[in-house]
């Protein structure tokens, strides 16, 4: 059966680490799916993930708008409009926006993962 959820209606993530916005496009709570799991996020100027993981996920990363950095293990990737990135399972990344703009991607995870391991526990 299609179902339809309305912008508005969609949940959204009170970070409380920095400002990022992150709205729930599809979850398991939404859609019944654990297959795929889905997110719009923006990074404010300045804004910083923290380090982590996913055991059993690939992370896919499709660039909205505006640029930022993509760090996997050891190496950084500037990203812009229209760049998709992968990261794998067990594969450590973070992101940051160095920007005076917005950065904003969809984050897709195939299937929704079990957990997020976090490198540095006070750092969340």
Do not use: C
Request: glycine residues 6%; hydrophobic residues 40%; charged residues 30%.
């Amino acid at each position: 059966m299609a179902r339809v959820i309305k912008q508005t209606d969609l949940p959204v993530l009170d970070s409380t680490r920095d400002g990022r916005d992150r709205v729930d496009l599809i979850t398991e709570e939404l859609f019944g799916l654990t297959s795929i799991k889905a997110d719009k996020i923006t990074y404010h100027p300045g804004d910083t993930a923290a380090a982590h993981y996913h055991r059993d996920a690939k992370h896919f990363f499709l660039v909205l708008d505006g640029s930022g950095v993509l760090h996997i293990d050891d190496a950084s990737h500037d990203l812009g409009p229209g760049d998709v990135a992968l990261v794998v399972e067990d594969e450590v990344h973070w992101f940051e926006n160095p920007t005076d703009g917005t950065f904003t991607f969809i984050e897709l995870w195939v299937p929704q993962p079990s957990e997020t391991i976090w490198v540095k526990d006070d750092d969340v």
